[in-house]
């Protein structure tokens, strides 16, 4: 009897077991999916998500306990207790912390993403964060770190998706983030980083890009058309210069390029109306002149068109305003004296537009005769016309007496308000 009952319990405990690891796989496999979607770019908010607890003699996430414990031990304010449950060593219980079965063995789990957005942490990244090297996703955006980026950050070899965004980080850019091989999506906007773009930013293959509402400055390397980004957003910094001929390279893969007061110049070149994927095109706030390039009437996918508070001249063309796709196109505070056909009224195939502000005859709200004679009787030549700052969008340099002064007020600056 005693060893009939020690089979029964041997061959219970053995099934158990079994029904044990079956139900724990299939929880690892439900949690990749889950954690996939959840925090692809942010886009469903933050998760106070608890994953499984950590399987015995597991040196990854032993490292990771170390890693979050020294960020805890750095974090000076935690307002909503996002780190209140940071105790321990079972860190894929801690809230925000997201583990996975790891890339090279699917048996061994790993914490493969930490998303604490909206937390409103004040504290720092202390040098231990290069001990997570499973790390795929950091999303920390709108909170209050501080300080510069460690450069024990080049051992995450496996981060996809880096977004800093909203923070008090300081320092020039972080060129840290240019060693991390699979990076594909940088958000490091909202923040204090300074000084000019690093050459190298240019030849990186990122997805996207967001460097807005920085004190960059400087000028943007002239390897600018090198990139291969789907979305470039650089707006309300200082770079300068003109927007070059080069960007013309973009045009597989540039949709959406936003660069609000940047403080371009000089006159937008033939080679935007090539990117045949563009859906977005903001320069507004900015010292451009010249007219609208009659090329822009190529670009098919093309829905916001901004061209607002420059010193643009010249023609409103009738191809621009016949773009099949376009909802939203601002040309207000310039100096255009003409509206050819369909751009009279645009809004009679349901396209938002605002024409303030400009020179049109017998259209409400435009400029004063004297204003629109002091540019308008002094035509910018834009194959003459070159940049103004060496090194910067443009490679040419030419007076600036050419170019009509007018004070560019600046746009507001507004908080991101993703998820």
């Known amino acids: 009897m005693g060893l009939l009952s020690s089979s029964y319990s041997s061959s219970f405990t053995t099934f158990a077991l079994f029904l044990f690891l079956v139900q724990l796989s299939c929880f690892f496999n439900n949690l990749n999916a889950k954690h996939s979607v959840a925090n692809s770019h942010n886009r469903r908010g933050h998760h106070h998500h608890h994953n499984t607890q950590n399987p015995p003699l597991n040196p990854r996430l032993d490292l990771a306990f170390l890693a979050l414990q020294a960020w805890k031990s750095v974090i000076y304010s935690d307002p909503k207790n996002f780190t209140a449950n940071w105790v321990g060593p079972r860190v894929c219980n801690y809230t925000g912390v997201y583990c996975a079965p ?26 231990e964060l290069g001990l997570l090297s499973d790390l795929a996703l950091l999303h920390l955006n709108s909170n209050r770190f501080c300080g510069i980026l460690p450069r ?29 091989p699979s990076l594909r999506y940088l958000d490091i906007r909202f923040n204090e980083f300074e000084g000019s773009l690093p050459v190298d930013l240019f030849n990186k293959t990122f997805d996207a890009i967001f460097l807005n509402n920085n004190r960059l400055s400087s000028s943007i390397p002239r390897s600018f058309g090198r990139i291969s980004a789907s979305v470039l957003v650089f707006a309300n910094n200082r770079f300068g210069g003109c927007l070059p001929e080069s960007i013309v390279n973009l045009a597989e893969t540039l949709e959406e390029l936003v660069m609000i007061n940047t403080s371009l110049q000089g006159c937008l070149p033939q080679q935007v109306g090539f990117l045949y994927k563009l859906r977005v095109f903001d320069v507004s706030f900015n010292k451009i002149v010249g007219p609208i390039p009659y090329s822009l009437a190529g670009l098919s996918h093309l829905e916001q068109l901004n061209l607002a508070h420059n010193m643009m001249t010249g023609i409103v063309p009738m191809g621009v305003c016949e773009l099949p796709n376009l909802a939203n196109f601002t040309f207000s505070y310039n100096f255009f004296c003409e509206e050819e056909g369909i751009c009279r009224n645009v809004t009679s195939k349901r396209t938002v537009f605002d024409d303030r502000r400009n020179c049109l005859p017998e259209k409400p709200l435009q400029r004063s005769k004297k204003e629109c004679n002091a540019v308008n009787q002094n035509p910018v030549d834009c194959i003459k016309l070159c940049c103004t700052t060496e090194g910067g969008f443009g490679n040419n340099v030419t007076s600036s007496s050419s170019m009509p002064t007018m004070p560019i007020s600046a746009p507001p600056f507004i908080a991101p308000s993703h998820p």
């Open 152 to 180: 024990t950050l080049s051992n995450l070899s496996l981060l996809h998706e880096l977004d800093l965004s909203n923070n008090r980080f300081v320092g020039p850019f972080p060129t840290v983030v240019l060693s991390l």
């Open 102 to 127: 790891s890339q090279d063995d699917p048996k061994v789990t790993v914490v493969a993403g930490i998303d604490l957005n909206h937390g409103d942490i004040a504290g720092f990244l202390p040098a």
